[in-house]
């Protein structure tokens, strides 16, 4: 069992920065692909980006590649996504997710088990 917390979120105008931080519980956090999702006003959830079990490689959202950077550190269990040049779209409750590591070259965007409770960015213009 995984237990996911994210924190990080808040109000910010369009152009600025924010960096999401997920922490887990339980000692088997390095056997997860970790990844991070949205979900906006109105809208489904979304994929925006993921990384593999050991970080060494990455993947991205059409809309945030270029100014989001997801990473992890799992001798601290945790999985951080950097946000640079936010924009009013970028808006929505961001969930930190993790799932079972197939342990193929690119890191999983479906299969997610384990969810946080989401963190809300809200980017004004």
């Known amino acids: 069992q995984v237990q996911l917390v994210e924190s990080g979120g808040g109000l910010v105008q369009a152009g600025a920065s924010l960096r999401l931080s997920c922490a887990s519980s339980?000692?088997?956090?390095?056997?997860?692909?970790m990844g991070w999702f949205r979900q906006g006003p109105g809208k489904e959830r979304e994929f925006v980006a993921a990384?593999?079990?050991?970080?060494?490689?990455?993947r991205y959202a059409a809309s945030v590649k270029g100014r989001f950077t997801i990473s992890r550190d799992n001798a601290k269990s945790t999985a951080d996504l950097q946000m640079n040049s936010l924009k009013p779209e970028d808006t929505a409750v961001y969930y930190c997710?993790?799932?079972?590591?197939?342990?193929?070259?690119?890191?999983?965007?479906?299969?997610?088990?384990?969810w946080g409770q989401g963190t809300q960015v809200t980017v004004s213009s």
């Open positions: 997710a993790a799932a079972r590591s197939p342990r193929n070259r690119t890191p999983t965007t479906t299969g997610y088990e384990y």
């Open positions: 339980g000692r088997t956090f390095s056997i997860y692909d």
């Open positions: 990384i593999t079990w050991d970080g060494s490689s990455t």
